[in-house]
Nanobody
Framework: VQLQASGGGLVQAGGSLRLSCAAS????????VGWFRQAVGTEREFVAS????????LYADSVKGRFTISRDNVKATVYLQMNNLKPEDTAIYYC???????????????????WGQGTQVTVSS
């Protein structure tokens, strides 16, 4: 599965961006999908995820109330709507997917078998 993350860019603090994660040639409907981010000099960290069964979601505490992950099963795309962005949200954002991931493992980057290339999000103060 080849994942394509897009939608990053430069935005001022308080602004919004919507990231998209699409799979080439197939649907993500039966995959658990997660968003992770990595800022310069830091380790990759969990941001948000959506499970394949029923679409249950999880969020990192740092983004709760500001970010929303959602699926569009018709377009076979998973979105990350990011509102009220802060400079500390600046990072490369990656989407990941796996067909067998269980709900409790969604925040664990090692549980995903497929990764996209990343999209840069820069939030200026």
């Amino acid at each position: 599965v080849q994942l394509q993350a897009s939608g990053g860019g430069l935005v001022q603090a308080g602004g919004s961006l919507r990231l998209s994660c699409a799979a080439s040639g197939r649907t993500l409907r039966n995959y658990g999908v997660g968003w992770f981010r990595q800022a310069v000099g830091t380790e990759r960290e969990f941001v948000a995820s959506v499970h394949r069964s029923g679409g249950g979601t999880l969020y990192a505490d740092s983004v709760k109330g500001r970010f929303t992950i959602s699926r569009d099963n018709v377009k076979a795309t998973v979105y990350l709507q990011m509102n009220n962005l802060k400079p500390e949200d600046t990072a490369i954002y990656y989407c990941a997917a796996d067909p067998r991931i269980i709900f409790s493992s969604l925040p664990n980057s090692r549980a995903y078998g497929y990764w996209g290339q990343g999209t840069q999000v820069t939030v200026s103060s």
